[in-house]
């Protein structure tokens, strides 16, 4: 009878005389391709090299359906690939449902640690067993089960380690009617993963890790952009990796503005699944022991479950409030009655109340799996010194304005009424001594205060945009990316702008043109990306042709390119679009200055 309790192969079939020889596993064809892979594919070498390990095993051991399965504890949970007949089915728009880790099959493995095969996945219990994959199927994606699950019987799951702890799964299946894993099968395969399986795995994560540091340095450039030029931080941007890197399905950002101890003002950016809304309490007074304020005696990170005190308390805040849109509450209640745990984070810094971070889960006691791993950890750390560097431009640019207004004015006034009313005290030393010492007292401190004020250069933009996109070739080296000059431009040929705002331009037109690339390597994956940048002189602009050659993307915010023809616009210069092939035309004005460089 077909067992439905994880069973060790070597008690499912015993080695007979007569049986099948012992399935082969070429590793070393593997091992020549991974380095090829990793290096020319870009982001897409993390699925092809997870399909070459999974085509390798299930090759050797006749199995129709392989997968692997990225199980850390802190960090995201998440399938990195299903193969299908000898073909990549797994696919980013499919949208499926967070893996558990802590159930079914695979929650029996990653609390042995052993290996299982079992002969039917489907098989009813006897009595007073269970089966963990029929237990843990009326919450699986009808989808996945559709066409993975139903149409097989046989299982085998094998965990890669790093010491006792299982980081990873690999699991290969076969069709009902096709003769169950056995001993035969489980050896080779098991062998392979314990020589191989974390080497393969840790050479995965570091390329993920790559990616990961790519998506976290431009979010924080963003940042660091926004807050330079005194423009409002877009928040929902922002936590962009705790969404992506982390295995919460849902979450919730705390940002608090102005002053510890006087604001109220709380920006609040939650999400489920792709579903993002930012939403803004201008009247918001955190509760006494809240993890929205620093003096709270809470030890952090901090756990917690579905309708817990805190939860509670947060809901029926939400509910209760009337500052925010139908909208914007429903969302929020949403969000909350879908927790089954969290694990909060918060974004305190020198004694200042910058915020939290929730990452939650429909799933219970799940909080293993939500703590931030190291690499989010960090920028956690980072975003919070980012918190505190507006919060720190905000005080001073206010601390400048009331200097300045009603400071000076209100030193003016005292000066005129003192000529008016009492012109002999002005004849006395000491006291126009001390007049004018406060005076240069408040200059001196409207100039201190105004030292992060948002400032444009004198920048040869030529210069500039090779430095930046040489930096492009060493990041990406997968693309193919060509400067091209149609004249000289000489080196008093200024730019007035800042780096900020070129920063911006590039950055957006940049992550456009990878957007298209990608685009067209989904539908033909040996192409090479490639991204033309010319530029020349023509008459008093300097003009700039960018192309690529990916295909059209279904767009993602739609805010770049407004905000690119924005600040060109804002600059004097000129930006448009042409068709046949797609091009960016983008013009610069600039000025003639002195041999010095002035």
């Not at 090829?36 to 095993?57: F, Q, R, S």
């Not at 952090?300 to 909208?327: H, I, S, W």
């Not at 003192?418 to 010492?437: F, G």
Request: hydrophobic content about 40%; charged content about 25%; overall charge positive.
């Amino acid at each position: 009878m077909p067992s439905s309790i994880p069973t060790p192969a070597d008690e499912i079939n015993r080695i007979v005389p007569g049986e099948p020889a012992r399935p082969l596993i070429d590793a070393e064809k593997l091992f020549r391709r991974l380095p090829m892979l990793a290096l020319t594919e870009g982001e897409n070498a993390v699925d092809l090299i997870a399909y070459e390990v999974l085509n390798l095993l299930m090759t050797g051991v006749q199995a129709d359906i392989g997968q692997i399965n990225l199980l850390p504890k802190g960090g995201r949970v998440e399938k990195v690939c299903i193969v299908k007949d000898g073909v990549p089915w797994l696919r980013k728009e499919m949208k499926l449902h967070l893996l558990d880790p802590t159930q079914g099959f695979t929650g029996t493995v990653m609390e042995t640690g052993r290996p299982l095969v079992t002969r039917d996945i489907w098989a009813t219990p006897p009595p007073g067993r269970r089966n963990p994959f029929l237990d843990l199927f009326p919450s699986m994606d009808p989808h996945y089960v559709a066409a993975i699950k139903e149409p097989v019987s046989s299982t085998m799951i094998m965990p890669i380690k790093r010491g006792n702890d299982v980081f990873c799964t690999i699991e290969l299946s076969r069709y009902r009617g096709k003769t169950a894993f056995g001993h035969i099968e489980k050896q080779p395969v098991e062998e392979f993963v314990s020589r191989y399986g974390s080497l393969i795995m840790d050479y995965i994560l570091d390329i993920k890790n790559r990616t990961a540091i790519r998506i976290a340095h431009q979010k924080l450039n963003i940042m660091a952009r926004l807050i330079a030029s005194n423009a409002r931080v877009d928040y929902t941007d922002a936590v962009t990796p705790y969404r992506s890197l982390s295995s919460a399905d849902l979450g919730f950002a705390f940002f608090r503005r102005g002053g510890r101890n006087s604001s109220t003002e709380l920006t609040l950016v939650a999400w489920q699944g792709d579903e993002v809304q930012e939403v803004y309490f201008p009247d918001f007074i955190p509760s006494s022991d809240s993890i929205l304020s620093d003096s709270s005696d809470i030890s952090y990170p901090f756990e917690g479950q579905a309708r817990d005190r805190r939860m509670l308390r947060f809901r029926d805040r939400v509910k209760n409030y009337t500052g925010v849109k139908k909208k914007e509450q429903r969302f929020l209640l949403d969000c909350i009655d879908k927790i089954g745990s969290y694990v909060i984070y918060p974004l305190h810094i020198l004694n200042q109340d910058l915020g939290a971070i929730y990452l939650a889960s429909h799933r219970i006691q799940f909080w293993n799996y939500l703590h931030m791993n190291p690499f989010l950890s960090l920028y956690n750390s980072l975003l919070k010194s980012f918190l505190l560097n507006e919060r720190a431009t905000h005080h001073l640019s206010e601390i400048s304005l009331r200097i300045h207004n009603p400071g000076f004015y209100c030193f003016g006034a005292l000066k005129a009424a003192l000529a008016k009313k009492y012109p002999e005290i002005l004849l006395d030393k000491e006291v126009t001594h001390s007049l004018y010492s406060l005076e240069s007292l408040l200059s001196e401190l409207h100039d201190q205060v105004d030292i992060l004020k948002f400032r444009t250069k004198n920048i040869h933009l030529p210069t500039w945009i090779r430095a930046f996109f040489s930096q492009k070739m060493a990041h990406y080296p997968e693309l193919d990316i060509n400067l091209k000059s149609k004249n000289a431009i000489a080196a008093n040929c200024i730019t007035r702008t800042s780096y900020e705002q070129l920063e911006t331009i590039f950055e957006n037109l940049f992550a456009n043109s990878q957007r298209a690339i990608q685009t067209r390597k989904n539908l033909e994956s040996s192409i090479i990306g490639q991204i033309t940048i010319t530029i020349w002189k023509k008459k008093d602009q300097i003009a700039i042709i960018l192309q690529d050659n990916g295909l059209p993307y279904k767009m993602v915010s739609g805010r770049g390119q407004p905000q690119v023809k924005r600040i060109i616009k804002d600059l004097g210069g000129n930006f448009r679009k042409y068709q046949n092939p797609y091009r960016l035309y983008l013009s610069f004005p600039f000025f003639e200055s002195n041999q010095k460089g002035d």
